[in-house]
């Protein structure tokens, strides 16, 4: 059945077997009423199901793995806490698989405030060391929370605009865990800041200006390294003429020019797999559906309908 979707942020991950052929999806996104939804796909099409109440416009952001089996999904209460949400394989005492249920994760213990208009961004591998990051308020910091062995505040950033996009990527190498965080600083420039191991410092590039407050999302990989960089990123938002643009990174940032327009003020999310070859780009039509943009052997063209949206009466 359809129903009115909200204006508001929107959140995808994708997970891939170790063979490399099999690709699980999934995109949340909220209605008028605070419902968080899941869409799924399944032989090229979708279909969504209602999962849990949330603050009307909360930020989400989304970690999966063991091929969609174990997702973490982030998102803000009524009362502005960051909550944790864990879909896991429920067993019985035999140890037999017995179905997956949604519960509320420990995170949500902590009672993190979180800032009105803070974005989420969160990052994983296969499960260990999540890292989780938002905004707090009044300060304008963000502050990064680590789970290894419990939650904890790990990291703070220094301020940033308040309301920032928050984007996070994260890959692992044989010298370690590398993580990336981009936010708008109170310029307007957009900062990258780098994790390598336990170690953050901030990069030296400055990415330049983006539009204020404007939603980003960023998807990374690493490839053979037969041509350019074996580390690749690319990291997206939406100019001022209402087209997604952004810049990749291929041993050093260049900008992608103006690539697949979209409704003003539209929020986004991306991923990846098979190594970049596929990379789509999910957001919100005018009415608040959501819809697909895909870049596939070196073009971009329109994907599926990913939700609609009834009118309000």
């Not at 990374?220 to 997206?236: E, H, M, V």
Request: charged share 20%; with cysteine.
């Amino acid at each position: 059945m359809a129903t009115q979707l909200a204006h508001g942020p929107i959140a995808t991950y994708g997970t891939e077997s170790e063979e490399g052929y099999k690709w699980h999806c999934r995109v949340f996104y909220q209605d008028t009423s605070g419902q968080i939804f899941s869409a799924i796909q399944y032989a090229g099409f979708w279909r969504s199901e209602p999962l849990f109440m949330a603050k009307p416009s909360t930020p989400l952001a989304a970690v999966g793995w063991k091929e969609g089996k174990e997702i973490r999904l982030y998102c803000v209460s009524v009362e502005d806490y960051l909550v944790e949400w864990c879909l896991s394989p429920e067993k019985n005492r035999y140890g037999e698989s017995e179905g997956k249920t949604w519960r509320r994760g420990d995170l949500s213990s902590l009672e993190v405030k979180i800032a009105p208009g803070s974005s989420i961004a969160a990052v994983g591998l296969n499960g260990t060391d999540l890292r989780v990051y938002c905004q707090e308020p009044n300060t304008g910091v963000i502050h990064e929370y680590v789970n290894r062995r419990g939650w904890s505040l790990r990291h703070t950033f220094p301020a940033a605009l308040e309301g920032t996009g928050i984007a996070a990527v994260n890959w692992e190498e044989d010298s370690g865990r590398n993580v990336r965080v981009f936010y708008q600083d109170q310029d307007l420039n957009l900062q990258e800041h780098v994790c390598h191991g336990q170690a953050w410092s901030k990069a030296g590039v400055n990415l330049g200006p983006i539009p204020k407050k404007a939603p980003i999302s960023a998807t990374a990989w690493l490839n053979d390294g037969s041509t350019g960089s074996r580390l690749r990123i690319c990291l997206y938002w939406q100019d001022n003429k209402g087209s997604l643009t952004g810049q990749e990174y291929d041993n050093g940032w260049k900008p992608i020019g103006s690539v697949w327009p979209m409704p003003a003020g539209t929020y986004l999310a991306s991923l990846q797999w098979a190594r970049g070859k596929a990379i789509r780009v999910y957001y919100q039509t005018a009415d608040a559906g959501i819809s697909e943009a895909c870049f596939q052997e070196g073009k971009w063209f329109a994907g599926s309908t990913v939700a609609t949206s009834e009118k309000a009466e």
